[in-house]
């Protein structure tokens, strides 16, 4: 059974730091891409940061670009999400997700996907 756990959130005043884990099993993830999703009340869940199977295969979405940093360790199938200078803005819930297709920025494409973790950043 696959499956994807997400770690790490909470409450953080702005400025602050935070930093998500994924921990992914039930097969190798060694051929897919490992990507962030977050979704705000009542907003359309968007892309954050992906890693391909290479970690010089790094993509951000424009708003997190110098503020977040996407990482994996492929030896324990885990993928990371350092969120530094955060805003009340980026509060949300925030998923991983894996996909082995070339869409990577596109919720659609993702084929599988964890329960979340809650991010709240408070003013």
């Known amino acids: 059974q696959v499956q994807l756990v997400e770690s790490g959130g909470g409450l953080v005043q702005a400025g602050g730091s935070l930093k998500l884990s994924c921990v992914a099993s039930?097969?190798?993830?060694?051929?897919?891409?490992m990507g962030w999703f977050r979704q705000a009340p009542g907003k359309e869940r968007e892309f954050v940061a992906t890693?391909?199977?290479?970690?010089?295969?790094?993509y951000y979405a424009d708003f997190v670009k110098g503020r977040f940093t996407i990482s994996r360790d492929h030896a324990k199938n885990m993928v990371y999400l350092q969120m530094n200078s955060l805003k009340p803005e980026d509060t949300a819930i925030y998923y991983c997700?894996?996909?082995?297709?070339?869409?990577?920025?596109?919720?659609?494409?993702?084929?599988?996907w964890g329960q979340g973790t809650q991010v709240t950043v408070s003013s």
């Open positions: 997700a894996a996909t082995s297709g070339v869409a990577v920025d596109a919720a659609g494409g993702y084929d599988y």
């Open positions: 039930g097969r190798s993830f060694s051929n897919y891409a």
């Open positions: 890693t391909k199977w290479s970690a010089r295969s790094t």
